[in-house]
């Protein structure tokens, strides 16, 4: 193929009274969990940071340390610890108590402090006259795993989040060996609650995902393959915990009893984990880094890859193109969807 | 020119510790008072819905009516009748008197609530457990001039904002004849505050800017050239009044104490009336409709068009590429502006 791909593809229209008035952009990639490129929206190789779709990936060490026995990890904690949460009184006390479990308090945390992204849950702490806490951050479930993982491993908990701390090391380690790629060819940046975040292209994060849709596909080793298996069971199991109330993310692993499995990252990022009917994994990103129409993307790309039965989609119908209302409540508008997927030369699918 | 005209130009990058993670596009225009086009961003025949940018040419009823002299308005009350305001004590008292004049109250206003837009405004209400009224909507100056237009115009108040009703009518009409556009070709929506706004292209709204620039040099009638020169000489007088504290509109207009005139609009909107060195208006849309690159890419605009000083940009430097920050306040990043701005050809500057 000699014909240029565009960096990116419309995705969405935002429309006021059947007139448009903004647009939205993006790429994406669909991958196997052999490494086969299958499908595209725009240009699959465009490198974006990965944000808080890393989680999953950044639990690995603890896991495969042996955390989840050490720590007696349920499913919901393991998930909480993949999450971006709501902040629910659920979620803070499920944090406090992973990282007592450690000998940590939420002082440990480097995450910093943010009203609770569950709406409900922050219009309570401000009516109490609470100031939001490390607990409340919504990867406070990422940070205690990591402070469980230096206590697993015997590493400094102190500076925990640093680029060149062995853990964060590990991590990086990781995130790469699954990507395909060589740490060297992946940037870092510092993410919202100051952990290390990773800038890698869409396609090789399709290829992480696709992992963790079917380890056994890959070629990795079998404890990773087990440690990914437990991590994507865990989020499927305990959807409640990856994000929260209404949200995306565990509304889709829940209509579909976790075969599929999603996770967000700022900036406009998504992953899913397409466990089957056949196994993928997709990295898609807004290029704007708006949200807004990010959902119904995931949501036109899943049914485009046949991921996702009618009642599934029905089920979802509501995130599919959200409807717009302005400060007296008064319909103003919505937000169409209009992906088209391209799919890749099956037989000439290259590895990434 | 036969070469197609791309929709949007890229006009930003979110750079995280060095890497793009994410990109903005735009379009805009730059159209002389007498209508001719010098200068484009993308394709400025793009068609998209105004918002608040269209507030100095909503107001034109009322001063053309002798508003201004009936209600005794001073500049400020002008400006805050052309302003998406800050709701600010000193914007909610003025637009309680304002509606006083004309006998009304704030019950009579039809735009909705929502928390002040000026951020310390907002804490000091939630904190003295005082809801939002419609006195805090950006739009309350607005509303509150189109209800004095109607007391002024003897039209009935209870409806003021309904497409059908003669102010409503009555402003497209005004909208339509500075666009150089018959009224059927606008498109009409309902905007956040519930008033009509108005989709028409890029190069046809900074017509519009052009003639608020410099009135005496278009072919209107000489009561609407004293309108235009009555409202924007009342937005650079007090500009205030036009916005809010440390807000990028108000800081134009205080930094060139007035020869540069701008308005924002909802959803990536910018409109700019450049009274000199050259008069010019300028239109642009951010096309996701995302606003945190906006103030920038104006400032690219204007430097490229010579229309700010080398002072002016110095004083608004903060503006032009935001630095980006996490929740513990660290650095993580900004936004790198990237703007090429076309000239059309002069000589051939078709009218628009």
């Known amino acids: 193929m000699s014909r240029p791909v565009p960096l990116f593809a419309r995705v969405a229209t935002v429309v006021r009274n059947g007139l448009p008035e903004s647009w939205h952009c993006g790429a994406a990639a669909v991958?196997?969990?052999?490494?086969?490129?299958v499908a595209r929206l725009g240009d699959p190789s465009?490198?974006?940071?990965?944000?808080?779709?890393a989680k999953p990936f950044q639990a690995l060490p603890l896991v495969l340390a042996g955390g989840a026995e050490r720590f007696a990890l349920a499913s919901a904690d393991l998930a909480l610890i993949c999450a971006s949460h709501g902040g629910t009184p659920e979620h803070t006390a499920r944090v406090a108590a992973l990282l007592a479990r450690g000998g940590f308090t939420p002082a440990d945390l480097l995450c910093g402090a943010h009203p609770p992204m569950d709406r409900e849950s922050a219009v309570r702490l401000a009516a109490a006259g609470a100031p939001p806490t490390a607990l409340h951050n919504n990867c406070s479930g990422k940070h205690a795993g990591m402070l469980l993982a230096c206590r697993l491993l015997d590493?400094?908990?102190a500076d925990y989040i640093a680029p060149s701390h062995p853990l964060q090391q590990s991590i990086l380690g990781h995130v790469a060996r699954l990507a395909g790629l060589r740490a060297e060819e992946i940037g870092v940046g510092m993410d919202g609650c100051s952990a290390p975040t990773f800038h890698l292209p869409l396609a090789?994060?399709?290829r992480s995902y696709a992992a963790l849709a079917h380890a056994h596909a890959t070629g990795l080793d079998g404890a990773t393959q087990a440690a990914l298996e437990r991590i994507v069971h865990a989020m499927g199991e305990a959807p409640e915990m990856v994000a929260g109330p209404g949200r995306f993310t565990t509304r889709l692993m829940a209509a579909t009893g976790g075969r599929v499995v999603g996770k967000e990252g700022a900036e406009g990022f998504y992953g899913v984990a397409v466990r089957g009917p056949v196994?993928?994994?997709?990295?898609?990103?807004?290029?704007?880094?708006?949200?807004?129409?990010?959902?119904?993307?995931?949501?036109a790309i899943l049914r485009q890859l046949g991921a996702l039965s009618g009642a599934e989609l029905a089920d979802l119908a509501e995130h599919a193109e959200p409807r717009l209302f302005n400060h007296r409540g008064m319909r103003t508008g919505e937000i169409v969807t209009d992906v088209?997927?391209?799919?890749?030369?099956?037989?000439a699918g290259e590895e990434v």
Request: with cysteine; charged share 25%.
């Open 31 to 37: 991958v196997t969990p052999e490494g086969r490129a």
């Open 46 to 53: 465009l490198a974006t940071y990965v944000r808080s779709a």
């Open 155 to 157: 590493l400094a908990p």
């Open 204 to 206: 090789a994060v399709a």
């Open 279 to 299: 196994a993928l994994g997709v990295a898609l990103k807004i290029a704007d880094g708006g949200e807004r129409c990010r959902d119904g993307v995931v949501l």
């Open 340 to 347: 088209q997927l391209e799919e890749m030369d099956l037989m």
